[in-house]
């Protein structure tokens, strides 16, 4: 079955970049997601990338996935304390894509 | 536009007492689904709907009813609370499931205490 794994927690200064990473085990996953989570509140599309793409880029954030590795990052450039959230990866799951099967979220914590 | 509206934001709930948490979307969605969250397991799906009168189990059904009688309400039911469903629930809507309908909507998620 699907399963997706992402370290707990990143520590980051204000300015610095973060580097977020995921694996996956469903190589036939067509685009994988990531949804940012802030205290209190719901989980927000942050971005997705398609299956035949190495990169994408949109503004501070950069996805860079490695098929062969079955391995996804995110990259926020000059990161802000306004970013401190938790971030999940996610792939489709299912026969049809009934559902999204989520990695276990990386606390990310930007200190001034 | 309101998006993904979940009542109530808390509850806090006896052992065997039953209460259902009510999720609606203005977006005409046919695709949605419930999902509990809990600390260091991500979101675990419970239950999903592809239309009206059509719902399906996810991982983590037992212990939970759904029904969906219009596009827009996709209510979650719980029949006799345990301790262990004591957690943070959230509602998702999305557009299809086909190639594009990519961004699911979420709502605030309820969070549910049973002692």
């Known amino acids: 079955g699907e399963d997706v794994e992402q370290s707990l927690f990143l520590s980051v200064r204000e300015g610095d970049s973060s580097v977020i990473n995921c694996t996956y085990t469903?190589?036939?996953?067509?685009?994988l997601y990531w949804y940012k989570q802030e205290p209190g509140a719901g989980l927000q599309l942050l971005t997705y990338?398609?299956?035949?793409?190495d990169m994408k880029q949109d503004q501070r954030l950069t996805v860079l996935l490695n098929k062969k590795d079955k391995h996804l990052s995110l990259r926020i450039a000059d990161t802000q304390t306004g970013d401190s959230a938790i971030y999940f990866c996610?792939?489709?799951?299912?026969?049809?894509?009934?559902?999204?099967?989520f990695g276990t979220g990386t606390r990310l914590l930007v200190s001034p | 536009n309101a998006g993904v509206t979940q009542t109530p934001k808390f509850q806090v709930l006896k052992t065997g007492q039953s209460m259902t948490l009510q999720c609606a979307q203005d977006?005409?969605?046919?695709?949605m689904s419930w999902y509990r969250q809990d600390p260091g397991m991500g979101l675990r799906l419970i239950h999903y709907?592809?239309?009206?009168?059509?719902?399906d189990q996810g991982e983590v059904p037992n212990g939970y009813n759904v029904s969906r009688s219009t596009t827009e309400d996709f209510p979650l039911r719980l029949l006799s609370a345990a301790p262990s469903q004591t957690s943070v629930y959230f509602c998702?809507?999305?557009?299809?499931?086909?190639?594009?309908?990519?961004?699911?909507?979420f709502g605030q998620g309820t969070r549910l205490t049973v002692v």
């Open positions: 998702a809507s999305r557009e299809g499931t086909g190639v594009g309908n990519t961004e699911a909507f």
């Open positions: 469903d190589s036939s996953s067509t685009y």
């Open positions: 990338i398609f299956s035949n793409m």
């Open positions: 996610a792939e489709p799951g299912g026969t049809g894509f009934q559902k999204l099967v």
């Open positions: 977006m005409n969605h046919e695709y």
């Open positions: 709907s592809v239309g009206a009168g059509i719902t």
